[in-house]
């Protein structure tokens, strides 16, 4: 089996990066390297990694701003090892999850494979950080785990949360297209698969996402894959055609009245005040769709964040 280069990007990452760092000093084997690219950061980032005696080999090398695409392409560039695995810096492998992706390129060579990942639900969990568990749960039951099977053309998905693939491989594909800060995974994805280079998903190598934000964060966020995926419609308007991209959807009549209800910053407020929280869970997260689809993808302009 190939030596690994595991790739952190990392912007103010000073809270985030131990516990990564952590997570990769238990892993159950020990042949790789660590290359971390701060992407402009301003905290103490730097000093988090070479003022802490880790017990891992690591490259650090500091960029100016240039966004996450071009962060995970300068540590490809520097990596050493063939086989690359890709960790966003707040997350959190379980020890065997670098076992899991050698095993799985051991007995899928040339193939690209994305690693499980979900939020660990604890008594202290926001109500936001549960919600996004329930979604991250929901959405990956439409895979099979056990990654013995590419995914299919309706299935083609990717996340840079948690994917290894080879070097090569990398560099035949061009790496992230630097003009995307966001969406970047799903074009890399869709790149992959049109040059018939199998995609995999694989529970097993699995980490937790210690994602800690705010509700006017996450549809913050919302606003921006929306308007990345814009931005593949203008890049690949073929991919309209071949069924991997669709039309902005805008809804119409009183389904666009019933959204533009939740256009309002009290709704926005509620959930990380926990004032719904008296509603059933399958109801209450029905309603936390409604307020983060209207304010992040069908109105986003309505209000101010």
Request: glycine share 4%; with cysteine; aromatic share 12%.
């Amino acid at each position: 089996m190939h030596p690994i280069s595991v790739i952190i990007p990392t912007y103010n990452g000073e809270k985030k990066l131990p516990n990564l760092l952590a997570a990769l000093e238990k892993q159950t084997i020990s042949d790789f390297e660590v290359v971390i690219v701060s992407d402009g950061s301003t905290d103490n980032t730097a000093a988090v990694v070479k003022n802490t005696k880790w017990n891992l080999s690591i490259q650090f090398i500091h960029q100016e701003n240039k966004g996450r695409s071009a962060t995970r392409n300068l540590g490809a560039l520097h990596a050493k090892n063939e086989l690359l695995i890709f960790f966003d810096d707040d997350m959190r492998p379980l020890p065997d999850c670098l076992e899991e992706h050698m095993r799985h390129h051991s007995e899928h060579p040339g193939s690209v494979v994305t690693g499980g990942l979900s939020e660990e639900v604890t008594g202290e969990s926001s109500e936001l950080f549960r919600y996004k568990s329930f979604l991250s749960a929901k959405w990956l039951t439409q895979f099979k785990s056990d990654g013995s099977k590419s995914l299919s053309k309706k299935q083609v998905f990717m996340t840079t949360a948690n994917f290894s693939i080879p070097k090569t491989i990398f560099n035949n594909l061009g790496g992230f297209d630097e003009r995307l800060t966001d969406a970047e995974d799903y074009d890399f994805a869709v790149r992959a698969f049109k040059m018939n280079i199998p995609l995999y998903y694989r529970y097993n190598a699995f980490a937790w996402h210690d994602d800690v934000i705010t509700t006017p964060v996450y549809i913050k966020r919302q606003r921006q894959y929306h308007e990345a995926n814009a931005k593949l419609r203008l890049f690949h308007p073929e991919w309209l055609q071949e069924g991997f991209l669709r039309e902005k959807y805008q809804p119409s009549g009183l389904k666009a009245s019933l959204f533009k209800l939740f256009c309002n910053k009290s709704w926005i407020d509620a959930i990380d005040s926990n004032k719904l929280k008296w509603l059933p869970v399958s109801l209450r997260y029905q309603v936390y769709d409604y307020i983060i689809t209207a304010n992040g993808m069908f109105f986003p302009g309505k209000v101010k964040l």
